[in-house]
């Protein structure tokens, strides 16, 4: 899947041509899904979304000939590309890698500055992060050992209930109660919820259970790192309402999701490298 | 087959002590012919050489070996002349070479329960297994954690050799000092009937001698380690506990800490800099004992270096031969596995002051509840200094659930706030 | 049959308790009355701020609780060092739950006359803290009361229990695991009436014996909250006969001496009482069992405990090699405070009673 919200014709000069503006690339190359933010001096002017498939070397240069294809750059116009994500060193091309705990704190907070904790639900993987000054990571909690509390738990569970992820979140938000999943273990979670649609339980409120179940274990997260609002969730499953509602609830506050919460990542890559240049000239 | 595959066969299809210890023998020259050069630090050699005959004497002399838990009061088990070995480090060093996956996958046919803390499954097994001698007796004490004794009983029962334990009070007032000192009193007399000998007063002196030399060197050690330049990787450093944890009162663990003493200060005189570290860090309780390139990765190619760690602290008072069960009981006492979590934190707070820390890791080690369930008071701690604070989970002996990458992000990431 | 409403007891009467080896004589002379926490709530909301998650469920509800103010206006907390996860649960609610009172009570490990006389000087600080929240003196006739009560409260459960162990499908486990939660939260006073009618209106209704009852179970180990464990084991079809958990067959095998010095006498039967798992003396719980399951006649063994909890799950395989020996049938299962996963152990339990007669 490629997306692209502005794209340059072929007869725009590029920047280095006119040397009127610097431009920057994060790209956050994660186990599921690559995104990437190009900035022109600061401003975002592409960002692209991909599914990384099983080689993440291959997706970084995947990702950079499409970003090239859009825009009319090519590698050379590019002043400073940070890399991110679970394969971050694995780009020949990038000038510098930082970890997505860094990126997503930059990002969120140039989102919006008054954030101070960033909840980020990828794939595969979700980290809590705590946000300083300037956008600066001052903690962080992750999760990359256990399917719960990410995408996946969703993945598995819209294939045993038959229903589009893309839904899940709309069913839960309508359902009038939920039905509580015990089991901690995204496995054994899958069988309990087969054993639940046996036994004649609305699938509405099995949904809304397993929304909360996430929530749960990401509530646990943000609690040993400490709770501070304002709060932002970033990542993939930040788009499933049901789960935003399910966190929200569990720890009264609202929180805040970005219109594209699944390029924060790219987008802080993205302004470290434009910060990275700063001093050079 | 490998070397390695071919020690490990021996070890596990044969279990023979005799072998074992002709094995160190085997090392022991191997070391010796080692130039000093080689090492790290010249007193390196020297570790190995100690670490290696000790090993040696108590698997060649099982009439003398006795096996103890970490910080018991070894000094006693030296004034009778015997040989004591931590069976904690026993494990740590099974563990280096490989061996724990096999070990505890025995242990799991047992119906050990695997949140059981490793190191001490690690052990029970090697003993089941008839890896190492029948020792004189089995020194345990209660404050290590509620694991000790559990383990020590089975080991005890295992091997049929009689248990000494000392119960470790909560308290530190009149009374609780009492409790303990008796029991010490107790326990030597029992070293006593079981060895059919009698305690020397001298030996005992003597123990109290080089153990008081060994307490000396380590301060002074850790002492100049505060100086601004890291004179020594903690990778290096760690593996103290593996010396001083059994050879304290023994000649040998005094010389030696004397010589790192001394090869670290004509390094600070000399400002000896070849360790180009941009960050100072307190490492807290053990590292990963299996194969693995955490610390390397940590102080070498992130520059975290780590100037001190909490297990070579020196916790205790010299020992005094006026009052010996007192003073062993109160060396005991002072640890900081021992009571509530002040003692600790207290210690932690010095030492990111003496220090100059910018950052402290905590390694929690799978099932060490008395120190895993006091990570959010140490966080609280460091965060008064206003630096990070990163807690590592993992296991130190158990290398079947380690995955490099998990560590490496979190790892940089904590460089990252390091950075700020 | 009984009703004990649960809000009669004001909350600044009330000195919280956790463990069996406290010391309740104490608190009871003291004129409170010692009130067992059993957290209600399944969920955990805030405990991971403060404990991590591979260690005691029951400790993690305890601390959820105080976050969640849930044991405000409470006289007192009293946190026994019955492992380590204790310790550093103490040491967490007295960093961040101040406004409680809160007294740590060590146990000696061994329970030779220097532990007791160890034991009992932590006694005496336990008079002092409980003086420090009531303000007045303890006197130690009123601790002699309150011994001769507590005994006489043990030596009615033992005979409950034998009850049980005969009619055990008259006596089911939820009402009397009711009975016992409500025995270690109200006045021994009013409990020990209660039981004596009690025991005399069951052996009115006395069935024929129960010692026909197939598939007699006996549980043993660290299962803090039983309730939902023994009715699945109920529910799979078998009866339960006897148990050795903290509050259940541990609970009253000691009886205190009621003359001399009290705190003397107290330390002696708390010390020497059937032990726990931490004690040194683990073995005489083994002997303890050996013996209850001949008595009970009973016809299996389901050994639980509570994850992570070392001093009880090591124990399994030293118990088993005795089990086996006697050609007793055994079942390991662990648990959480709250167990999940009904119908995973009905399974085992329905696959065990299926081994057993």
């Known amino acids: 899947m490629v997306c692209c919200e502005r794209q340059r014709s072929e007869k725009t000069p590029t920047p280095r041509e006119t040397g009127a503006s610097m431009i920057f690339a994060g790209i956050d190359i994660g186990s599921v899904s690559t995104e990437m933010v190009i900035l022109e001096n600061t401003v975002p002017v592409c960002s692209i979304i991909m599914e990384t498939g099983s080689n993440s070397r291959e997706a970084a240069d995947r990702m950079l000939a499409a970003a090239c294809e859009k825009t009319g750059f090519s590698l050379s116009d590019f002043h400073f590309i940070v890399t991110t994500g679970y394969g971050r ?16 704190a930059r990002g969120a907070w140039h989102l919006n500055n008054s954030v101070r904790t960033v909840i980020d639900i990828g794939g595969q993987d979700s980290k809590v ?10 903690d962080f909690i992750m999760n990359d050992k256990c399917a719960a509390g990410t995408g996946r738990f969703l993945e598995v569970m819209a294939r045993a209930l038959e229903v589009e992820i893309e839904e899940m979140g709309k069913i839960a938000t309508a359902a009038k109660e939920s039905v509580k999943i015990s089991s901690m273990c995204t496995v054994f979670a899958e069988s309990e919820v087969v054993s639940l649609i046996a036994e004649g339980h609305p699938r509405d409120r099995i949904i809304r ?19 501070e609002p304002p709060l932002m969730l970033t990542g993939g499953v930040a788009k499933n309402e049901g789960v935003v509602r399910a966190l929200e609830q569990r720890l009264g506050t609202s929180i805040q999701v970005p219109e594209e919460p699944q390029i924060v990542g790219a987008l802080g890559a993205a302004l470290i490298a434009s910060e990275e240049t700063a001093g050079k000239k | 087959m490998s070397l390695q595959s071919r020690v490990k066969r021996m070890l596990f299809d044969e279990p023979d002590p005799k072998k074992i210890m ?5 090392i022991l020259l191997k070391t010796a012919l080692t130039p000093a050069g080689k090492f790290d630090l010249r007193a390196a050699k020297r570790f190995s050489l100690i670490l290696y005959n000790h090993a040696r004497r108590f698997f060649k002399y099982p009439q003398k070996a006795v096996f103890t838990s970490l910080f018991a009061p070894v000094e006693l088990v030296h004034a009778f002349g015997l040989c004591p070995f931590s069976l904690e480090m026993l494990a740590g060093i099974a563990a280096s070479m490989d061996l724990a996956p096999e070990l505890l996958a025995g242990t799991e046919k047992e119906w050990l329960s695997t949140d059981f803390c490793s190191f001490h499954r690690a052990y029970i097994e090697i003993a089941r297994i008839g890896l190492l001698p029948a020792p004189v007796f089995v020194l345990a004490t209660a404050h290590t954690c509620d694991g000790t004794y559990k383990s020590f009983s089975e080991v005890s029962s295992l091997m049929s050799r009689p248990l000494i334990f000392l119960d470790t009070p909560y308290h530190s007032d009149r009374v609780a000092v009492d409790y303990l000192t008796e029991q010490l ?12 000998t009698t305690l020397d007063r001298e030996k005992l002196e003597r123990a109290f001698f080089f153990s008081n030399r060994a307490r000396s060197a380590l301060l002074e050690i850790n002492e100049i380690r505060q100086n601004e330049r890291p004179l020594l990787f903690g990778e290096d450093s760690l593996p103290f506990l593996t010396i001083w944890g059994s050879l304290l009162g023994h ?3 005094a010389a030696l800490f004397e010589r790192y003493r001394d090869e670290l200060k004509r390094r600070s005189e000399e400002g000896w800099s070849q360790i180009k570290g941009k960050k100072r860090v307190l490492w807290l309780h053990l590292k990963p004992f299996f194969p693995n390139r955490l610390l390397r990765y940590i102080e070498q190619e992130l520059g975290a270096v780590i100037v001190a760690e909490e297990i070579n602290s020196v916790y205790w008072d010299e020992l005094d031969i006026r009052s010996p069960w007192e003073s062993l009981a109160l060396k005991i006492m002072r640890n900081y596995w021992v009571g509530g979590i002040e003692k600790r934190l207290d210690n932690i707070r010095r030492t990111i002051e003496s220090h100059h820390i910018d950052g402290v890791i905590h390694f929690s080690h799978w099932g060490c509840r008395q120190s895993n369930g006091g990570v959010r008071l140490i966080r609280d701690t460091v965060t008064e200094y206003g630096i990070p604070f990163l807690n590592l989970d993992g296991d130190c002996v158990d290398e079947r659930s380690y995955s490099e990458a998990q560590y490496l992000t979190r790892l940089e990431g904590f460089m990252e706030l390091l950075e700020r | 049959m009984y009703n004990f409403a649960d809000d009669d007891i004001p909350d600044e009467k009330k000195v919280g308790f956790l463990c069996p080896y406290t010391v309740e004589e104490l608190i009871d002379a003291a004129g409170f009355i010692p009130y067992r926490i059993i957290p209600e709530s399944p969920d955990l909301d805030l405990v991971d701020a403060y404990l ?6 029951y400790l993690r509800h305890l601390v959820d609780l105080a976050a969640k103010d849930g044991l405000r206006g409470y006289a007192g907390l009293v946190i026994n060092n019955s492992c380590d996860a204790a310790r550093r649960t103490y040491d967490v609610l007295k960093s961040h739950m101040g ?24 006694l005496g600080g336990f008079v002092n803290f409980l003086e420090g929240i009531s303000g007045v003196p303890l006197q130690k006739d009123a601790v002699r009361e309150s011994i001769g009560r507590y005994n006489k409260n043990r030596a009615l459960l033992s005979k409950l229990f034998s009850l049980r162990a005969q009619y055990p499908r008259l006596l089911r486990s939820e009402p009397i695991l009711e009975l016992l939660d409500a025995n270690v939260r109200r006045p021994k006073s009013e409990m020990n009436i209660f039981f004596e009618r009690f025991i005399g209106e069951v052996r009115e209704t006395m069935e024929e014996s129960g010692t026909a009852a197939r598939k007699r179970v006996f549980v043993s180990g660290n299962l803090i909250n039983p309730h939902t464990f023994f009715s699945i084991i109920e529910e799979a079809g078998g009866v339960i006969v006897g148990d050795d958990l903290c509050f259940g067959g541990r609970y009253f095998t000691h009886q205190t001496g009621e003359n001399g010095e009290p705190l003397e006498n107290l330390a002696q039967s708390y010390l020497t009482k059937t032990p726990c798992g931490r004690m040194v003396n683990s073995s005489d719980r083994y002997d303890a069992v050996m013996d209850a399951l001949k008595r009970f006649h009973a016809h299996g063994l389901v050994y639980t405990s509570l994850k992570f909890c070392d001093n009880f799950l090591v124990d399994y395989p030293s118990l088993k090699k005795r089990l086996d020996m006697e050609g007793i049938p055994s079942l390991f299962l662990e648990s959480e405070y709250y167990p999940m996963g009904k119908g995973q152990i009905l399974t085992r339990i329905e696959g065990f009673l299926e081994r057993i007669s």
């Open chain 1, 89 to 104: 060193k694995t780009a020949g091309f990038s000038h510098r890698d930082v970890t997505e705990l860094s990126c997503h």
């Open chain 1, 129 to 138: 992060i705590k946000v300083g000054k300037s956008g600066k990571s001052l």
């Open chain 1, 209 to 227: 259970g397993l929304m909360d179940s996430i929530a749960s274990r990401v509530v646990g997260m943000v609690h040993r790192v400490g709770l």
């Open chain 2, 22 to 26: 002709r094995g160190i023998g085997f």
């Open chain 2, 185 to 196: 009193k107790n326990a030597a007399e029992q070293i006593e009937k079981v060895t059919k």
């Open chain 2, 251 to 253: 000649r040998e663990g």
């Open chain 3, 52 to 57: 991590p998650n591979n260690i005691c469920s």
């Open chain 3, 99 to 122: 406004g409680l009172e809160i007294f740590f009570q060590d146990i000696p490990k061994k329970c030779d006359a220097p532990a007791v006389h160890y034991f009992s000087h932590i």
